[in-house]
């Protein structure tokens, strides 16, 4: 981005155009620029300014929610992207009929009164139905959020009542008791030792029952927690959606402004309903260098931004998503891989088999990337083959296993292997005190599936960044006439590229190892093996 972009203020104000009919053209152009400067940075918000949301780094199977906020907000660079490139063309074609108009006035063509007129209103409709309608996609991401913030809401006061309740219960636990056995001394003092062993087992299980409600009591802490922290970052998002909606609105604005100037002339005014066509070939002069000066900070920005916002396959932005997710491929297959403990065990070898497999044919498939991009002198034959073959065979391979692990994980989980997986998920919650611990367990089957979609996401941004690879850049231009295609040498031009063979580099071949880990398993003894080793450590003891 520009330096001028870079250091515009939100509360930048607006150019002045007093006493603009009496300014000259060249400082009517400068000023055109200037508004145009800022409609740029207005508009701009939505793909400079980063969300509260999208700087965490969400696990779906804990906060659900805030990953669907993720995953909806996310959108918002490339809708505002879509905003500048329809402003762009809009002006594009604008200027094209300026340019039809000019051949008519120097071919002494008839040209009706009010043309420039009709010209300017047909240019401040046409661009604010444009900010308009991204107006629009902004408050619906807005909607989106309060959606969200009513279902946070709703799970906050769900859990605020289960913790009254549960408070009213510990309360009232020795009074329950009180009443439960009465005085028998009193009464015969004979009775007294049954009064005694009575007191001692209730006593007990008041101890046992006041136990569990303070473990409840601090595990509804901990969700609450957690769902406060929640909507403190979605209140947050709104908040930055909020003036993204205001900075819309003085885009709107601005626009507005700027094609005022554009066609705020001093020949213009002077001569309102002129037809002479000396003196409309003059005026048409003047916009046209106007029109300009308004479009060209519009493209620069595009052509700064093409590279990441563009339709089409761009090569950096392929690089850049892979580097951001390469480093959480292991753990989700980890986290899926383990949760074979709510698989029923007549099943579990084969879901463990086939979560091992999707591991060994991705971290696989990226260490022969790897080999590709590092090899010296290039091969086109390699490259050939790992595109033609590996990459049709990834894509095939993964797409059935991750179908498979799915279909098992829908009909061959177990109920209470899951509560008593919870159950032990729930120690790890009160022992770390947050439901943000490393290596958290899945434990019920919509968790585990909301892993696997990551997985899934995960496997199409690497099967882009292979496609990107082989085909360079191919992507919409700015203009949308033609292509953009450039080649692309995997090497080290470039810090992305860099980047990229630094993390193939550092997460392969570690990957692989971890993988083939998972599957080192002691094995089961016999019946008589446990008896003898129990004896064993019972004569260690002695």
């Not at 250091?7 to 300014?23: F, H, I, Y």
């Not at 297959?333 to 383990?338: F, G, K, L, P």
């Not at 084969?350 to 790897?370: K, P």
């Not at 770390?432 to 899945?442: D, I, S």
């Amino acid at each position: 981005m520009s330096s001028d972009l870079n250091n515009s203020s939100t509360d930048k104000p607006v150019v002045s155009t007093a006493n603009s009919s009496n300014s000259t053209p060249y400082v009517g152009e400068t000023r055109v620029n200037l508004i145009a400067i800022d409609l740029v940075a207005r508009l701009s918000r939505g793909i400079e300014s980063t969300l509260p949301v999208t700087q965490l780094d969400i696990d779906p199977a804990n906060s659900p929610e805030l990953e669907n906020i993720k995953d909806q907000t996310s959108l918002l660079p490339d809708d505002t992207f879509r905003a500048f490139i329809q402003l762009f063309r809009f002006l594009d074609s604008h200027q094209l009929e300026l340019a039809k108009l000019r051949i008519k006035a120097k071919n002494n063509e008839p040209i009706p009164n009010g043309t420039l007129k009709m010209q300017e209103e047909t240019m401040i409709n046409g661009g604010s139905e444009i900010i308009a309608e991204h107006h629009q996609v902004i408050h619906e991401h807005i909607g989106f959020l309060d959606e969200s913030w009513d279902a946070f809401s709703l799970k906050i006061r769900e859990v605020f009542g289960q913790t009254e309740n549960t408070e009213h219960w510990q309360g009232r636990l020795e009074a329950i008791i009180d009443d439960i056995i009465p005085p028998l001394s009193d009464i015969n003092p004979v009775l007294a030792p049954i009064e005694w062993a009575g007191s001692l087992v209730l006593d007990i299980a008041a101890c046992e029952i006041s136990r569990k409600l303070d473990q409840e009591l601090k595990k509804l802490g901990i969700l609450d927690q957690a769902l406060r922290e929640e909507m403190i970052v979605a209140i947050k998002t709104q908040q930055t959606l909020n003036r993204h909606l205001h900075d819309n609105e003085l885009a709107s604005g601005s626009w507005v402004h700027a094609c005022q100037m554009t066609y705020d002339g001093e020949e213009l005014k002077r001569y309102p309903c002129a037809v002479n066509e000396a003196i409309i070939m003059r005026e048409i002069n003047f916009v046209d260098k106007k029109l300009s000066q308004l479009i060209a900070p519009i493209k620069e920005y595009l052509v700064q931004r093409n590279e990441y916002y563009a339709r089409g396959i761009t090569v950096i932005r392929e690089v850049d998503c892979f580097c951001d997710i390469a480093p959480k491929i292991f753990q989700d297959i980890r986290r899926i891989y383990e949760a074979k403990e709510i698989i029923k065990r007549r099943h579990r070898a084969t879901f463990e088999q086939t979560v091992y497999d999707l591991g060994l044919i991705i971290f696989s498939y990226l260490g022969s990337m790897r080999d590709v991009f590092n090899q010296r002198p290039f091969d086109p034959e390699k490259k050939k083959k790992f595109l033609a073959d590996l990459t049709y065979n990834f894509v095939r391979d993964t797409e059935v296993l991750i179908h498979d692990i799915g279909t098992m994980i829908d009909t061959q989980s177990s109920g209470w292997r899951s509560k008593k997986a919870e159950k032990k998920r729930m120690e790890g919650d009160r022992c770390y005190e947050n439901m943000g611990w490393r290596q958290r367990p899945l434990v019920k089957p919509s968790e585990v599936q909301r892993i696997l979609r990551r997985v899934q996401k995960t496997m199409r941004t690497i099967w882009c960044l292979a496609i990107a690879s082989g085909t360079g850049k191919i992507m919409e231009s700015i203009e949308g006439i033609d292509e953009i295609r450039a080649h692309v040498t995997f090497d080290a031009s470039h810090e992305s590229l860099r980047r990229l063979r630094r993390v193939l580099k550092e997460n392969v071949n570690a990957d692989l190892e971890r993988l083939n880990k998972l599957r080192i398993k002691k094995e089961p003894k016999s019946y008589m093996g446990q008896i003898r080793q129990k004896f064993q450590r019972t004569n260690q003891k002695c």
